[in-house]
């Protein structure tokens, strides 16, 4: 690119096109993405910090392009939200994690991403009810994680959903907690069951004194509330013990094991086994 002048507009201009219309051919993809099976989805167990039992897993949506191989969600996600694709993907992806999760021997839980689209659109609650219905799935194992951005997006009708889906036995976490739009009053405003703390702290916590201030600061938030608090992101046994040692009691991240198809996890839904 050059660096100044026209030239630099007219190579911004055309990768703006690019963009576009690389954004318009995933999306027209997208549309016959459930049709053609292209979705799958993985699973991540959530472990208890002291004893490395798994206590469930969060359900991650994966897209496997014909062309292209997989598309990461970060990509796929906002473009499924903006053109309401959302709506029946994330409804394909509730009720595969709900069937799936009816199958297990254990009464582990199942932690399905739900999008601000999702949450405050028609009858979301009543879709969910249903799902449970139809999959034999006890409504006291489903939990729901949004974040915070889903209540700013229309916060009287998140909180009447949420309300809702309280009132059938599924619980709710707080996703990406610390990041972006969360605000503390959140969590009194909105019916909550659950903080995850992002993984970007996480991560940090041996680097950036600041991140492990905020990590100690959210958990004291959570032992305040009553609120139990899972640590996402944990990659290193120096991340765990630090967590342990602060009093956190759950955790995720690649440590306990990478998302994964429920096959590789077989051993763990019908035993207690420890990652
Ligand atoms: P998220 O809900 O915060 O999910 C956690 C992300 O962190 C996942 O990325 C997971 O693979 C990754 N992760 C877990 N442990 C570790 C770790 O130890 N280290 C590192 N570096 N990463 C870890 P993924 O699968 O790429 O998903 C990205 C985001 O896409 C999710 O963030 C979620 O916001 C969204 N997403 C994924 N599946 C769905 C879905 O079914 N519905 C909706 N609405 N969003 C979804
Ligand atoms: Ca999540
Ligand atoms: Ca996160
Ligand atoms: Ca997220």
Redesign the pocket.
């Known amino acids: 690119a050059k660096t100044e002048g026209k030239g630099t507009y007219r190579f911004f201009e055309a990768d703006m096109g690019a963009q576009i219309r690389e954004r318009r051919s995933l999306e027209h993809d997208l549309r016959s993405a459930i049709a053609n099976g292209e979705f799958n989805?993985?699973y991540?167990p959530q472990a208890q910090v002291d004893t490395g039992a798994v206590n469930g897993f969060?359900?991650?949506?994966?897209w496997i392009h014909p062309a292209r191989g997989s598309v990461?969600?970060?990509l796929f996600?906002p473009i499924?939200?903006e053109s309401g694709l959302?709506l029946k993907?994330?409804e394909w992806?509730m009720r595969e994690?709900c069937r799936e999760a009816a199958t297990w021997m254990r009464p582990l839980t199942v932690g399905?991403?739900?999008?601000a689209v999702?949450l405050t659109s028609d009858g979301f609650a009543d879709l969910v009810r249903r799902i449970l219905d139809e999959t034999g799935l006890p409504p006291q194992r489903l939990e729901i994680?949004i974040?915070e951005t889903a209540l700013i997006r229309d916060p009287n009708r998140a909180l009447q959903t949420l309300q809702k889906l309280k009132s059938l036995g599924i619980s709710i976490a707080m996703?990406?907690f610390g990041t972006g739009y969360s605000s503390l009053s959140n969590l009194r405003a909105f019916p909550c069951d659950k903080i995850?703390i992002?993984?970007s702290f996480?991560?940090a916590v041996h680097t950036n004194p600041q991140a492990a201030t905020i990590v100690r600061a959210v958990l004291g938030l959570g032992r305040g509330l009553g609120l139990p608090v899972i640590a996402?992101?944990?990659?290193t046994s120096e991340e765990l013990s630090f967590l342990d040692m602060e009093g956190c009691t759950e955790a995720?991240?690649?440590?306990f094991g990478?998302?994964a198809p429920i096959e590789e996890f077989v051993p763990l839904l019908s035993e207690n086994v420890v990652v």
């Open positions: 989805l993985v991540q969060e359900v991650l949506l994966r990461p969600p970060a996600i499924a939200e959302i993907i994330g992806v994690a399905v991403n739900v999008s999702q994680e974040t996703d990406d995850k992002d993984r996480i991560q996402e992101g944990v990659e995720q991240g690649y440590l990478r998302p």
